[in-house]
């Protein structure tokens, strides 16, 4: 077949020889069948951001850190080179997940290679040497689907005791070996102890297995594996072999509110006895000094109202005391000024006599 163009630097090193055919194409790559100088490998060729679907990239991003500041802006400000650094980073999260996990035990396909956005794994295969089939092709009956369940409840703690959580677990991307399911897909996979959506997460992939398995087995829908192993987990009791029950029942003890306010201030007075640093010397002075400035304004804006309320009192009074020393004086009954200037001109015209034309 025609070599796909992602696939080009890889032959260029000498890593694959021949590209066999498609395998499959999903949601953020397309799987082909390659073989490589160890035998017929996986390559799983990314899509570009504008390309994939995969929606709520939030929800799996928060809490994976990057030391470099300048990238760190960059990611942030959403600009050309921080979307590049973003996806490289979606990227080489499924790879450390992979090495992460395979070390811890879990059934992961084994990672050879990564490069230029392309990732060169195991091949999974069935008892015939085919590619392995998914869980959602697979007829199952009673007794298999829960021997099954229980295994892949066992492939959750071990993630998460490796401090993982898959985050888009479900039958479409767990494969089916003669030696029991295998994981795949982990470009999602989130930091358990870094991202505040872990445990939702972790709970949703459980409720898809039980959802799926409920098929064959109606039982396993009432199991609550999901909140015991995040309770457990949360405790620190949680490891690879705890024993589950599927059974949870959360407490409704109340709340010691006294005992928690009193140990508020047992910290606070701790906190207060503390020698202070002299950053924060200089700043409780800087404060305090700032709260001083406010109070000598409002001091003073309150003489500069009291003075201008007074100023207007004894106006009206000075005011009100020439009214009654007029009326005293019998000025009060005299006409308005400019009636009276009306009244003088008037006599003046008629003594001057009627005004000649000229």
């Known amino acids: 077949m025609k070599v796909p163009e992602a696939l080009h630097p890889l032959f260029e090193y000498g890593i694959i020889s021949e590209v066999i055919r498609p395998l499959m194409s999903g949601k953020e790559a397309s799987v082909f069948l390659v073989r490589t100088k160890d035998g017929v490998k996986v ?14 990239r939030a929800d799996y991003t928060e809490g994976r850190t990057v030391r470099n500041s300048r990238q760190r802006r960059a990611m942030s400000k959403g600009s050309r080179y921080g979307k590049a650094l973003l996806e490289e980073a979606w990227q080489n999260a499924e790879v450390d997940a992979l090495h992460r996990l395979h070390s811890a035990g879990v059934r992961v396909p084994t990672p050879y290679h990564y490069s230029d956005d392309v990732l060169v794994m195991e091949l999974i ?21 829960c021997a099954l369940h229980g295994r892949l409840i066992r492939e959750v703690v071990k993630m998460l005791c490796a401090g993982m959580v898959h985050g888009d677990l479900s039958e479409y991307n767990i494969l089916m070996t ?15 102890a870094h991202n505040r959506n872990s445990e939702r997460l972790l709970k949703r992939d459980v409720r898809n297995l039980s959802q799926y398995f409920g098929r064959f087995a109606p039982q396993i829908k009432r199991t609550r594996y999901g909140h015991e192993i995040w309770d ?5 009791a949680l490891h690879p072999e705890s024993p589950l029950t599927g059974k ?51 001091e003073q804006e309150e003489r500069q109202k009291k003075k201008r309320e007074e100023r207007r009192a004894k106006a009206a009074a000075q005011s009100q005391a020439n009214g009654n020393q007029k009326g005293a004086d019998g000025e009060g009954d005299r006409p308005p000024r400019s009636r009276r200037r009306r009244r003088r001109r008037r006599g003046n015209r008629n003594r001057s006599g009627p005004r000649k034309n000229t």
């Open 43 to 56: 390559a799983k060729v990314y899509k570009e951001a504008k390309n994939r679907s995969f929606r709520q």
């Open 248 to 298: 949870f029942s959360r407490k409704t003890q109340k709340a010691d509110t006294a005992a928690v306010l009193e140990e508020i201030r047992a910290v606070a007075l701790e906190e207060a006895d503390r020698p202070k640093s002299a950053y924060a010397a200089k700043k409780e002075k800087r404060a305090e000094q700032q709260r001083l400035e406010r109070e000598r304004l409002l």
């Open 178 to 192: 003669p030696n029991g399911p295998v994981i795949i897909d982990f470009p999602q996979a989130t930091d358990a």
């Open 125 to 145: 295969v069935d008892g015939h040497g085919d590619p392995a089939p998914r869980l959602w092709d697979i007829r199952l009956d009673h007794p298999e689907a």
């Open 232 to 236: 457990l987990y949360e405790k620190g």
